[in-house]
């Protein structure tokens, strides 16, 4: 068989469903092999978007998503990507053609270095110069992309590899692994500053976001009763409706979170990583901070635990919840003061009739009709906050949005992703006007692919979330204004169904006939981010300060 067809073969083998990309010329056996293989090729309008895709397979499943290019501007194109599922912690795959190694007649032609580019992206990066390591090859990627701490691996297949006729090869299983447990003198220790602690905390972070640390999670909590907060990409792993949740640290500093993470004397970080924004500031001598995740902790000015327990995080909870009990002395008065505060706060402007609508009145509406496992994929804005802030999430993975890279662009691709993992649930796009034309190429995608897909465009002809810390740091308001298409007739244009909400009163409804109707609907709605400021630099911080 050709290298191409073995390459496809150990795909196959890894269990791979799904590629996403823009196939090239360089791996059009690559193509060929897939037309005749069990894995479907969805070919997107932009490699960007292709690695997007994958990365938020690979978020939501745990198994490796995999995107195609070809060689030059296919592989730069998938660079952005490759940061987004490395710092995401996303196991994805990235396929890339070359020219002919052996020989060519092109000179310089397109060619770029594509391994080496990829070496500070990726777990891994190879060229496959032998048909013959194919099969180690490829096992070893989807080995280093799904092992702790996930990430993004690449594998280069130039042309000429790929055409060579190979004997069969034998493909390598797919191994058996357990994450390692945690050590028992770390667990004792860990324990007792849990135990001899009066305002114990706990944190739930990014590396938590995973369906038996959430079980392990909320027996934890409710066999113990400690208050628990969450970061931007834990939300959900513990329904944040639950009577001890403390809000989320959508904001850095100042919110009523941090009264309680000031006050706490033993914080309990539940798969924390600092790729994600600081959720609070350490300070040396304030309080013990215990470090629970798969790996050790990358050291930082603003973190530094004293305590780490290395080792599969449920297990690690489990443990813990065996080993301690309520204690008497514990005190969460001032947490129960902090948390009632915080929840009158949170309601305000939630009925807000104005038009363009407030952001909590949109959250509020989007939160009253969403079900419980339904699927928001934000892109990054201003309205990434408000959503991390307001939005309660009832279940793990259901609120996706991307604190680490923080990248513009990845809000469309990565619910459409949501969407092929979860074909019975509602997914939910929230992408502002500038990340949204990042990528609206895939509204074609989405409708070629019959998805039945809702996208809430929150439109402000401006980039936001930039124009606001321009206003926090007194700078003049410059540079940050824009002009739009027609978002409706640009929806219909590309076969979707547009929708112009005029009143704040006409959202909820419109988002309830899109989804009885089916289809890609795509919502443009005029969001008014006046309170910015106000709220989210003034009032929390004064209503906070005064609990």
Known sequence: MK??????????????????????????D????????????????????????????????????????????????????????????????????????????QGMFQLVD????????????????????????????????????????????????????????????????????????????????????????????????????AVALRAFIDKLGIPFFTTQMGKGVVDEDHHLWLGNAALSAGDFVHRAIDAADVIINAGHDVVEKPPFFMTRGRRTVIHI?????????????????????????ERLTDALSKQ????????????????????????????????????????????????????NGMYKLWYARYYKARQPNTVLLDNALATMGAGLPSAMAAKMVYPDRKVLAICGDGGFMMNAQELETAVRLKLDLVILLLHDDAFGMIRWKQADMGFADFGM?????DFVKFAEAHGAHGHRPERADDFLPTLKRAYDQGGVHLIDLAIDYSDNHRVLDEEIRRLSAAV
């Not at 009145?361 to 699927?375: A, F, L, N, Q, S």
């Open 3 to 28: 290298a191409a067809t073995l390459f496809v073969k150990a795909l196959e083998a890894e269990g791979v469903r799904w590629i996403f990309g823009v196939p090239g010329e360089e791996n059009l």
């Open 30 to 105: 690559l193509v060929e092999a897939l037309r005749e293989s069990s894995i479907r090729l969805i070919v997107t309008r932009h490699e960007q978007a292709a690695g997007f895709m994958a990365a938020t397979w690979g978020r939501l499943t745990g198994e490796t998503g995999v995107a195609l290019s070809t060689l030059g501007p296919g592989a730069t194109n998938l660079v952005t990507a490759a940061a987004y599922a490395q710092l995401g912690a996303m196991p994805m795959l990235m396929i890339t053609g070359q020219k002919p190694i052996r020989t060519h007649k």
């Open 114 to 213: 594509v391994v080496d580019m990829m070496q500070p992206l990726t777990k891994y990066t190879r060229q496959i110069v032998s048909a013959a390591t194919i099969p180690a090859r490829i096992r070893e990627a989807f080995r280093r992309s799904e092992e702790e701490r996930p990430g993004a691996v690449h594998l280069e297949l130039p042309e000429d590899i790929a055409r060579d006729e190979v004997e069969d090869a034998i493909l390598l299983p797919t191994e058996y692994a357990r994450r390692p447990a945690p050590d028992d003198a770390a667990l004792v220790q860990a324990a007792e500053a849990i135990s001899n602690a009066k305002h114990p905390i706990l944190m739930i972070g990014a590396g938590a976001n995973r369906q038996r640390t």
């Open 293 to 317: 995740n798969f790996s050790s902790a990358e050291v930082d000015s603003v973190y530094f635990p004293q305590i780490e327990v290395v080792g599969d995080i449920a297990h690690t909870i």
């Open 328 to 379: 008497e002395h514990w005190d969460f008065k001032f947490f129960d003061k902090v948390r009632d505060a915080f929840h009158k706060q949170l309601a305000e402007n939630a009925d807000d009739p104005r038009f363009p609508m407030h952001p909590v009145r949109i959250v509020d509406d989007t939160r009253k009709y969403m079900p419980d496992d339904g699927v928001l994929c934000l892109d």
């Open 481 to 485: 204004e824009f002009g739009n298409p």
